[in-house]
């Protein structure tokens, strides 16, 4: 049984990830220090362009950033240790509360795009290898070229256009139709349809290449040839041996692709004024919001660790000859 060996792999790389989350949470500290705006400013909104300098270093002090940076980080990070990850200065609410209220929509967005990323990347994928150089594969292949250099806000803007404004068969953004108090299924459903195939097209291009390759590759293997010769239905062939030999390849690309798939959907959140985390990225990033800025690129760092830990505990289950020493 693997379990012993998968629980061994996922304590290394736990190990692994506590300095690599230090290190992350104080370069983003080191970085708000170093930055030109001023924090306390835009906590006080208009009220601090005309205040006093008395009265915006007593405001420094009460929110203690006017400590130095090793300090502001070792109380962020003591408190964060006790599940207090403090107060965001901008949204003026605790930073547990604001990842909290928009984490979850976040996730849904970024997990029901990267799953029909990878079925249709992985279905055009496999329709392309059949025939290498045939009609097919040459149109897969220049779609998805076309699309590794779109940029998703681009995606976005056009499917607004497109699908809200000119055929208005989909809602443009937000969450729930305009005046509506109430959140539905229905309504999440229908308004998540095009961020969410947006940013599965966004991702596309890697799926589709990779599933190719690796299907292509498998085909002129020898024991795909010679299931071949023994008469084996062509789906067979290619369904139950060159398909599972050609996506271990996809089973790595999963988790590298988790840092873009973050990218991404907060772009797309943007445009389509999803209610996820990419706002308050956006505002915690212009105000220097120390606590949130720290809570939110520790938690897009675990999200990258985990993604890597899953696609090689994937690819050891997968492939048993790879084991899990890594």
């Not at 906590?43 to 005309?50: I, M, N, P």
């Not at 594969?137 to 940029?151: I, K, M, W």
């Not at 497109?162 to 989909?170: N, P, S």
Request: glycine letters at 10%.
């Amino acid at each position: 049984m693997p379990w012993a060996a998968m629980a061994r792999m996922a304590g290394r790389r736990l190990l692994v990830a506590v300095p690599v989350l230090l290190a992350v949470t104080f370069g983003v500290f080191a970085i708000a220090a170093a930055s030109p705006f001023d924090p306390v400013k835009a906590y006080a909104g208009t009220g601090g362009l005309t205040a006093s300098e008395q009265t915006l270093d007593q405001l420094r002090a009460n929110l203690g950033v006017d400590q130095p940076l090793v300090a502001r980080w070792w109380d962020w990070l003591t408190a964060a240790l006790h599940g207090d990850f403090g107060t965001s200065l901008v949204m003026r609410q605790p930073v547990g509360q604001v990842i909290g209220e928009r984490l979850g929509w976040s996730v849904l967005l970024a997990a029901t795009a990267f799953l029909l990323a990878i079925v249709l990347g992985t279905t055009l994928g496999v329709l392309a290898a059949r025939r290498p150089g045939g009609w097919l594969d040459r149109g897969v292949t220049s779609l998805a070229y076309g699309l590794e250099a779109a940029p998703p806000f681009w995606l976005g803007l056009l499917a607004v256009w497109f699908f809200a404004l000119k055929l208005d068969v989909l809602p443009a953004g937000g969450l729930t139709d305009t005046g509506s108090t109430v959140v539905s299924a229905g309504q999440v459903a229908t308004h998540l349809v095009l961020p969410a195939c947006v940013l599965a097209v966004s991702q596309l291009p890697w799926f589709v290449l990779y599933v190719r390759q690796g299907v292509g590759d498998a085909l002129e293997e020898d024991p795909v040839r010679g299931a071949r010769a023994r008469g084996i239905a062509e789906r067979t062939v290619l369904l139950g041996h060159a398909l599972r030999s050609g996506l271990l390849p996809v089973l790595t690309l999963i988790g590298s692709r988790v840092p873009e798939l973050i990218t991404g959907a907060l772009l797309v959140e943007t445009v389509f004024s999803w209610p996820g985390i990419a706002a308050a990225t956006v505002e915690a990033a212009t105000s220097v919001d120390f606590a949130l800025l720290a809570a939110l690129t520790a938690l897009a760092t675990a999200a990258v660790l985990l993604g890597n830990l899953v696609a090689d505990l994937l690819y050891g289950l997968a492939d048993p000859r790879v084991g899990f020493d890594g």
